[in-house]
């Protein structure tokens, strides 16, 4: 690898060359080819983090399932039917999964429970947190529709 003072004196050198020598040695096309090439990387680098960052949270969700009293291989790993009790009509009856063993099951069951009949989420705010509890206001095609979930699950 060059020496820190090579590469300081090599840098101006090829931008001058640049420069100097300016887009001219390059047709539009190649150039456009170029920055195409160049968004897609950016592109490319950017869904990999983001799905890095999501497999790690699921990952960390079935750890914290392992952790929880009665959990065994096989009701670690399995489904839970979204099945909320409540209305959602209002925050004393949001919606709420008492079967969810994580937040971020629960808030799966919510995306799962409201595509299963078709309602269409527009926005979601977060109205408040309460202990362990989160109460979200979602605005459907259905309305605005209020979802509970719980942050310490205690199974």
Same mark, same amino acid.
């Given at each position: 690898?060059?020496? =820190?003072? /090579?590469?300081? #004196? $090599? ?11 300016? @887009? ?40 914290? =399932?392992? /952790?929880?009293? #009665? $959990? ?11 099945? @909320? ?71």
């Amino acid at each position: 690898m060059p020496s =820190r003072s /090579l590469r300081e #004196k $090599a840098a101006p050198v090829q931008c001058s060359r640049i420069i100097q020598d300016g @887009p001219s040695n390059f047709e539009s096309d190649e150039v456009g080819k170029m920055v195409g090439i160049a968004v897609k990387m950016i592109e490319i680098y950017t869904l990999t983090e983001e799905r890095t960052h999501a497999y790690v949270g699921i990952l960390g969700d079935y750890a914290l =399932r392992f /952790l929880q009293s #009665k $959990a065994k291989i096989t009701n670690v790993f399995a489904e839970n039917n979204a099945k @909320p009790i409540g209305d959602g009509k209002a925050k004393e009856t949001a919606y709420h999964f008492p079967s969810s063993r994580s937040a971020l099951e629960a808030i799966g069951l919510w995306y799962k429970y409201a595509e299963k009949r078709k309602i269409q989420i527009f926005a979601r705010t977060l109205h408040s947190i309460e202990g362990s509890e989160v109460f979200d206001l979602y605005l459907t095609s259905a309305g605005s529709l209020w979802v509970k979930t719980d942050h310490n699950p205690s199974q």
